[in-house]
Each structure stands twice: as C-alpha cells, then as structure tokens.
C-alpha cells in the first residue's frame, strides 16, 4: 500500500537475462595469428594427406611433393579472384569461415580456398600430371580438412628467425629507395604483403622466402651475389639465393620482379630489374657476416 502511494518511490529488482551472443566468427588472425611467422607445414598432416611426401615450409607457405603430385599450402590472398567459386565442403567449418573452389587450371591442378570471416583467404592446390581431378580433388578436400582441424585445435605451428636470416628482413625498406624509382615507377610507393615477406612498389616487387625448386638458367654477378635471371611473360624475374639459416639443407631465395605493362618483357624491362637487383643484393645480410 505504501509503494502505491508513493507512485514509483518503490521498485521491483527483475533479473536481467543472460545475452547470447552465439558464436564469434572466425577472422585470419584469430585462427593463425602473426601472419609472419605461421608454419605453414603444421597445417598439412602429411601421414594422412599425402604419406611419403616431403613437406617445405616457406615463409608464406608449405609445399608438399610426393613423386609427381605437389601440394601447396598457402600463401594468403585478400584480393579478389574471378576463378573463386562457392563450393559445397562436406566437413565441419567453423563459424563465419566459407570453403570454396578455384576454377583456374583445372585440368591439371585442384584448388581450394579456405576464406575467413575478415575476407582474408588460405588458398590450398594439388597438382600432377595425372588426369585424374576427382582424385586431386580428394587430396585438396583432406588438405582443406587438415587445416581446419590444425586451426580449430590451436596447433598453428610458428616459424623462428635466426640472426642474418632474410625472414627478418623488411622488404619495403629495400624497394623504398630513389634508386628503384627508374624500375617502378617514381611515383610509387611500397605495399607490404599480408605476410610480410614481400613488398610491391609499383612495376617492382621483391619476395623473400625459401627455395623450392633449382635454379634454371646461367648465373650472373649482380650486386657481389650470383643471381640468375629469367623471362616469365609480361615479368623479368632476378633470384639470388643463401644458405637458410635454421633450415639446414634448404637456401633462402630473394626474387626481385619487373613487369612489363605494355606487353611482353624483354631486354628492357630486364635491365631495369638488373638495376633494381644491384641496389637491393648488396644490402641483404649474409650469415656469418657482421
């Protein structure tokens, strides 16, 4: 009676309800973290996958060969790509993450691609000289399904730097330089790449990460270092390579790139990647070197 004369100087406490904010989408950083340092070869279980195989880590990705079939985790991409297409995964995903296809090369390669809430993508291939793509296709998915169990379970493996590695080394400083203003363009300027190891400015791009595959062609000095230069299409490529400090048995690799906008490449475009090479060559540390 009281509280109804006083017209509201009494109040009634209600419990407030618990807020269920369901599950949190899974962006790239919270499933890998520094994107610099992932190992990407924790995220391919190889006696499930591809037994027998010998497995690579790079510094943006994995590659895995068995005989005539290699399979490639990684790199990341957030650019858009035309080939992508929605895929019906059979597997668990976890929540805002979307497992799609690429249609891209499809007679020789399966591609899939393992796209995180943020937009950011995990791409994942087999390739062989096989005909046979559903058999590809099958690899792919075990590798998508490696990946997401590595992810989910915090198994992300990270990679160490030692002292004078390149994976140390920030390749924008390198390319930030008047002396590669001829080889990409004045104007430009220098763009990091989602992991850190590499860097466009302009035409001119610099990558640095762990051989793979022997060099081809005749080796060159240039900048005190052997290099090898090569014409791929519309890009003049210049690789120089150095014992991988922590990885015995494997070279580090920094490639340096020139593309031709106007068509195809040829001695020009060449001799302003000759020119970006000798200018960046010299200022990458070497082991065993102060």
């Known amino acids: 009676m ?3 004369l006083l017209a ?25 973290g520094d994107f610099g340092s992932v190992d990407y070869c924790s995220l391919l279980d190889v006696p499930q996958v591809a037994p027998g195989a ?5 510094y943006e990705s994995c590659r895995a060969e068995a005989g005539p079939r290699t399979i490639l985790v990684g790199p990341l991409a957030f650019d858009s790509d035309p080939n992508i297409r ?52 099958g690899v792919a ?25 390149w994976g140390r080394v920030a390749p ?17 300027q ?9 860097c466009i400015r302009g035409k001119a791009s610099l990558k640095l990460t762990v051989e793979t595959t022997e060099p081809a062609g005749p080796a060159e000095t240039l900048g005190g270092r052997e290099a090898r230069v090569r014409l791929a ?7 120089t390579t150095q014992p991988a400090p922590g990885l015995p048995g494997h070279r580090e690799l920094a490639e340096i790139s020139v593309v031709e906008t106007a068509g195809t490449a040829g001695d020009g475009t060449c001799a302003l990647a000759r020119t970006a090479a000798t200018s960046i060559f010299p200022r990458l540390p070497t082991p065993g070197k102060p």
Request: aromatic share 4%; proline share 7%; charged share 15%.
């Open 54 to 58: 010998i497995a690579v880590p790079t």
């Open 8 to 32: 509201g100087g009494c109040a009634t406490t209600h419990a407030v309800p618990e807020q269920n904010s369901g599950p949190t989408p899974l962006t790239a950083s919270d499933a890998l």
């Open 190 to 198: 220098p763009t990091i790449g989602l992991s850190g190891h590499s």
């Open 172 to 188: 924008c400083v390198l390319l930030d330089n008047h002396d590669l203003d001829a080889a990409a363009g004045p104007a430009s």
């Open 233 to 239: 299409g519309a890009f003049c490529l210049i690789d």
């Open 141 to 165: 998915d075990a590798a998508v399904g490696s990946a997401l169990a590595a992810i989910t379970a915090r198994k992300v493996g990270r990679l160490t730097f030692p002292d004078r590695s």
């Open 86 to 137: 929605p895929y019906a995964y059979l597997g668990p995903v976890p929540d805002g993450v979307a497992i799609q296809q690429s249609m891209f090369n499809d007679r020789s390669a399966c591609t899939r691609a393992i796209t995180f809430a943020d937009g950011t993508r995990l791409d994942l291939s087999v390739t062989d000289d096989a005909g046979d793509q559903a058999a590809r296709c």
């Open 2 to 4: 009281l509280c109804a």
